[in-house]
């Protein structure tokens, strides 16, 4: 019934749209639009005049000349898909495929070249942009960029880069009801977030503290641009992490028109407008993007939603202003607010049918970030960035149980705030088309007050595990050195250093990679990184009684949890846009928390998210390694596919000294994802339909078995430590559909898209509890069919 009226509602967004503008929907003349950007050097960000850019997708044949800031414009080009070609004399030509232009808003291209290494007699002229290399030139093995189409193209993805990431090699989403990813086996928390060169916070709504995901991303899909994502081996410019790491890059809105973009759908009311910002002599943009809850606006028209009322709005912008020889500043930021209340039921009986109905409860996920950055040529060979940011979190709950007598009782409450300032600076320098050079340093300067209050079923009372306020501080610097002797070779070398002063921990990481080309389509690389990450905050002032019966903090002193990180990559292009690559890796991870009070199983390596309640040390490890594969078609005459697939084994030691398998450890991950569009009209070519199919399997998650036996004997939940994580679910799998229905009319385009997430209502099993009133385990599932419609509407004036 939700579904229902709200494809209603939608439909009637149609109706109003054609009313609003009914001269376009019967122009019958050929629809046309604006191509612009600007050339820039990509090492240094250096815009190149008198670049020569031509549009090889039209004849006659059409094309411009960059100007002194590097930037061009091509006008009434028909809409579609197009090919541009970017020439600039001691450069690699760029050639820039799938380019999709719409009649609703001009499109504004960010083209960085790469500069020719000479060799004797030899000069190498030819290069093309693509998308399975990264964006960052360090980056040699395990990096990818992703593109905002691939957000939004991929089925089930809806704009949220995590999910679409979970179509890559070795990646997996644990967790149907939210976007939290495992890279090759590591625990969730070990991503790192990155925004315009500076660490942000969980960039995700509910969200809990401790974790790198949420239930939807916080990410406006107006707002970013090509970004990158990695899986391992990272160059030195990132710390503070262990599994991966995404990059994330923003666009600049139009600095010549005022563009708008409406889209209604089940994950939000979403308005976005961007336009010129006159800076003195400067033409400057804007770019802004608010969402609603569709939810929280069908809870207050009076639509019944079920027993949780569930809330979110989000905030997203950037404002570009360049100051001539002054450089170029921004000022970017994103937030949002989300909380759900659920009340329980006082029926027992409900309570048997899902246990969640004996909880009453208040959830809430806080998350920002805003800051100013300033880039600045010191002169033709070097640039200098340097990002102010704050960013906080909050996040909390309140929990209720209902007992026997139908009388609630607390069993959680919590809160945790944090803040921090963070002070960037990065500098690249270019001796020559050989050697680079970029370094840099950033500090973390933190404020945190937090709280942790837990049931204790023996002591019967809620028992109160954190209680700390304070500040303290991280630093970070780094240095990596480029040497491409040839165009066959590239060495990359580099050292990361993180401090961090709450407790004078600290790490020294090497690394390096070597690439060597056999040919333009044909490369092999070799990347080693030494990776490190501090614990989540909260663990750190988990207050434990001693052997007298004193409340203490033994965790303030933990150290560093470390990793070393090994790829070997292989990756060969063909003819007809196909592309495939194989990656061999080996990660060693040292230093990881284990219980210091006795001998047993655990280790934070299986840690989703929170704070547990335990004395811990650094001496446990682990191993994740395993076999990468990806088969990769990229877009062309509208169709494009991938077939993504991992063998891995994933291990830790605990303090009992025994290998075990990981939480994670699943075994193999697999996806296939492909699609096709048709054009409507091929002459006008204003109406497109696009199908798009997403296909998992993967091992299940593993648990530690449960004890029956003893679990009725205890009145609770007892498990066989002794085999920890031996039990592996059944094995998971999953299709995502998704259509989309696009149409252009003259300086409007409309979109229309449905994806089913688990199309074919398959029950994935997700684990098993011990029920206490029943005393029997019971096995809950993944989500089940999830359909997500939108309509979207681009216009400009």
């Given amino acids: 019934m939700r579904y229902f009226k709200l494809a209603i509602a939608l439909v009637l967004a149609q109706a109003l749209h054609l009313l609003l503008f009914p001269f376009v929907a019967d122009a019958q003349t050929p629809l046309h639009q604006t191509i612009k950007g600007v050339v820039l050097d990509k090492v240094l960000k250096a815009p190149l005049a008198g670049a020569t850019i031509r549009l090889l997708s039209v004849e006659p044949a059409q094309g411009a000349i960059s100007d002194e800031n590097g930037r061009f414009r091509i006008e009434q080009i028909p809409v579609g898909q197009h090919i541009l070609q970017v020439t600039f004399m001691g450069y690699k030509d760029a050639v820039i495929p799938n380019i999709t232009l719409n009649s609703g808003k001009e499109t504004e291209l960010n083209i960085e070249m790469e500069e020719n290494i000479i060799s004797g007699k030899e000069v190498v002229i030819t290069a093309r942009v693509e998308k399975q290399k990264p964006l960052n030139e360090l980056a040699a093995v395990s990096a990818r960029t992703f593109s905002v189409e691939e957000t ?107 563009e708008y973009t409406i889209q209604a759908g089940v994950l939000g009311l979403d308005a976005a407008a961007e336009g010129p910002m006159r800076l003195g002599k400067n033409n400057g943009s804007y770019l802004i993007n608010y969402r609603y809850s569709t939810l929280s606006v069908l809870a207050k028209l009076g639509v019944p939603l079920g027993d949780a009322t569930t809330n979110f709005q989000d905030l997203s912008f950037n404002l570009w202003m360049p100051a001539g020889k002054a450089g170029v500043f921004t000022l970017f930021g994103m937030g949002g607010k989300s909380d759900q209340r659920y009340l329980g039921k006082k029926d027992s009986i409900a309570w048997d049918e899902n246990i969640d109905h004996q909880f009453d409860g208040l959830f809430l996920a806080n998350s920002g970030v805003s800051g100013i950055t300033h880039s600045l040529l010191l002169n033709d060979r070097t640039a200098l960035k340097t990002v102010v940011a ?128 056999f040919g333009e389509k044909q490369t092999i690389s070799l990347g080693y990184g030494k990776h490190s990450q501090m614990q989540p905050l909260g663990q750190y002032f988990m207050k434990i009684e001693d052997e007298n019966g004193q409340l203490t903090q033994p965790n303030k002193q933990l150290g560093l949890t470390q990793a070393h990180h090994v790829v070997l990559s292989y990756d060969q292009s063909f003819s007809g846009k196909w592309h495939i690559k194989p990656e061999l890796y080996y990660q060693a991870i040292e230093h ?51 077939l993504s697939s991992a063998v891995f084994k994933s291990e830790y030691r605990g303090s009992d000294g025994v290998w075990h398998n990981t939480r994670f450890n699943a075994g193999t991950v697999s996806s ?86 688990n199309a074919t209502n398959r029950k994935n099993v997700f684990g098993r509890y011990y029920d206490e009133r029943q005393q029997k385990i019971i096995t809950y599932y993944q989500a089940p069919l999830i359909p997500i419609l939108a309509y979207k509407l681009e216009f400009g004036r």
């Fill in 152 to 258: 939004r193209r991929f089925a089930a993805a809806v704009n949220d880069p995590a999910r679409m990431a979970s179509s890559f090699a070795g990646v997996s989403m644990p967790a149907d009801g939210n976007n939290i990813i495992v890279i090759r086996g590591n625990a969730p928390n070990g991503l790192l977030w990155r925004m315009e060169g500076v660490d942000i916070p969980n960039p995700n709504h509910f969200s809990n503290a401790g974790s790198s995901g949420g239930g939807i991303s916080i990410l406006s899909a107006q707002l970013l641009t090509n970004s990158d994502f990695m899986t391992g081996a990272f160059p030195a410019e990132y710390g503070n992490a262990l599994s991966g790491v995404f990059d994330l890059k923003l666009r600049k809105g139009n600095s010549d028109r005022r």
């Fill in 390 to 517: 704050f960013s906080a979190t909050e996040n909390g709950d309140q929990t209720d149980r209902y007992n026997d007598q139908y009388q609630l009782y607390r069993v959680a409450d919590n809160s945790f705030i944090q803040q921090k300032w963070t002070v960037s600076s990065t500098i690249n320098h270019k001796w020559n088309s050989r050697h680079l050079l970029r370094a840099g340093a950033y500090a973390n300067f933190m404020n945190y007050r937090l709280g942790q209050k837990q049931w204790d079923n023996e002591a019967a009372e809620l028992i109160e595990q954190i209680n700390d306020k304070g500040q303290s501080e991280s630093l970070n610097g780094f240095a990596q050195w480029q040497y491409r002797p040839s165009e066959k070779w590239t060495f990359n070398a580099g050292l990361h250093s993180l401090v961090l002063l709450l407790n004078n921990t600290w790490s020294l990481e090497p690394r390096g990679s070597v690439k060597y080309a």
């Fill in 592 to 642: 990881v928390p284990v219980n210091a009070r006795q001998r047993d199983e655990f280790s934070i390596l299986n840690n989703v998210d929170g704070f547990k309640p335990f004395a811990l040390k650094n001496t446990g490890t682990g191993r994740n390694y395993g076999l990468e594969l990806t088969v990769e078609k990229f877009l062309q005459n509208g169709f494009y596919g991938m």
């Fill in 672 to 757: 296939l994802v492909a699609g096709k569009e048709w054009a409507w009209n091929t002459h006008r070519k204003n109406r497109s339909i696009g199908i798009n199919l997403k296909f998992t399997h993967s091992g299940g998650l593993r648990e530690t078995p449960i004890d029956l036996e003893a679990s009725k004997l205890e009145g609770e939940a007892v498990y066989d430590t002794q085999r920890a994580f031996e039990d592996i679910m059944p094995y998971y799998m999953r299709l995502d559909a998704g259509v989309r229905l696009k149409r252009n009319y003259k300086k409007v385009t409309t979109t229309l898209s449905l994806d089913a997430q």
